[in-house]
């Protein structure tokens, strides 16, 4: 036999076995196609929410909150003054200062408190407010039907940034409410640094009405 005739021998090999394999790797994945509508995998178990967590520490309060993510400190610290006034004091004047504890891109610093004639209500009516630092801006809200009102401390631009140390004042100025009381002033901060956090943080001040 000759190298002419091993050749053609090869080829019609080939031209008979490859399909035959091609045919055999279909029936294959026909049949593992078929085995995978009828092979159930389990889904990855969501998070647990707090609620399951709570009761997997067995209302033990000291293990369920040791086994949360810890909360990311506040970006600045807060001080509001005075916290003590006359009820029905006209021309009242508190002041918020706000002072970073390192740099940081500001996105919004909120506060909230009520307005109205009630003990819970700072104001009687929505005040006036002035701002110590021209590189942020005030924005201020309508008053909600419950009297809640607020004050949002945004960037004059994006680029805007806090330096550690500097301290930004806002005056907030009006008649307080004329009943006797203690009203919440509520401080929300909404900062780059913490938004991989699901909730913003916050801090709060009593300021009673005598």
């Known amino acids: 036999m000759g190298a002419t005739e091993l050749v053609l021998i090869g ?3 080939d031209c008979v076995v490859i399909p035959i394999i091609g045919a055999v790797a279909a ?3 026909i049949v593992l196609a078929i085995i995978s509508l009828f092979v159930h995998r389990d889904p990855p178990p969501p998070p647990k929410s707090n609620a399951e967590k709570y ?3 067995g209302g033990d309060g000291k293990k369920f909150i040791s086994s949360l993510a810890p909360v990311p400190p506040l970006l600045c610290s807060y001080s509001l003054t005075p916290l003590q006034v006359g009820n029905g004091t006209k021309d009242a004047k508190f002041s918020l200062s706000i002072t970073p504890s390192k740099p940081a891109t ?4 909120e506060l909230q408190f009520s307005v109205g004639d009630n003990d819970v209500a700072l104001f009687g009516g929505a005040p006036d ?3 110590s630092d021209a590189s942020v801006r005030v924005e ?3 008053v909600a039907s419950d009297g809640l009102v607020s004050f949002r401390l945004l960037p004059v631009n994006e680029a805007t940034a806090l330096d550690s140390g500097k301290t930004i004042i ?3 100025m009006g008649a307080v409410g004329t009943t006797a009381g203690s009203a919440t002033v509520t401080v929300i901060e909404q900062a780059h640094v913490v ?3 699901s909730d913003a943080l916050l801090c709060r001040f009593q300021i009673v009405k005598s």
Do not use: F
Not at 106 to 109: H, S
């Open 27 to 29: 029936l294959v994945g």
């Open 55 to 57: 009761v997997e520490a």
């Open 129 to 131: 407010s002035t701002l």
């Open 195 to 197: 938004q991989e956090h």
């Open 11 to 13: 080829l019609t090999i």
């Open 140 to 142: 201020k809200g309508t």
């Open 106 to 109: 500001l996105d919004c610093i």
């Open 170 to 172: 806002l005056t907030l």
